[in-house]
Nanobody, 125 residues
Framework: VQLVESGGDSVQAGGSLRLSCGSS????????LAWFRQAPGKDREAVAT????????YADSVKARFTISKDNADNTRMYLQMNSLKPEDTAMYYC???????????????????WGRGTQVTVSS
């Protein structure tokens, strides 16, 4: 099973990006999905999760700026809408999936067996 991210880019602070994550073999409908990010020299951190019922959680640092969603028309795709980007948002962003539908609390990368290879987001001041 392979997850593929896209949409990363270099933008100015205050700008927006939409990241996309897709799979050719995995249906996202009933799964817990997540976006993580990792900046150079830092640990991988959870950014947002969405469970099988559509309930979402966000890291405090991105609340009210980022939105995670599943594509209602395409059950193999999900998104991360990122607004009001800051230089500290610069990182490699990864999508991840669980086999089940309930997202763990607290969120840990160790709880997600399926990962993409990442897409780079760079925000300049």
């Amino acid at each position: 099973v392979q997850l593929v991210e896209s949409g990363g880019d270099s933008v100015q602070a205050g700008g927006s990006l939409r990241l996309s994550c897709g799979s050719s073999t995995l249906s996202f409908t009933l799964r817990c999905l997540a976006w993580f990010r990792q900046a150079p020299g830092k640990d991988r951190e959870a950014v947002a999760t969405i469970d099988r019922d559509g309930s979402t959680t966000y890291a405090d640092s991105v609340k009210a700026r980022f939105t995670i969603s599943k594509d209602n028309a395409d059950n193999t795709r999900m998104y991360l809408q990122m607004n009001s980007l800051k230089p500290e948002d610069t990182a490699m962003y990864y999508c991840a999936s669980q086999w089940g539908g309930r997202c763990p609390v607290p969120v840990s990368s160790a709880d997600f067996p399926l990962w993409g290879r990442g897409t780079q987001v760079t925000v300049s001041s």
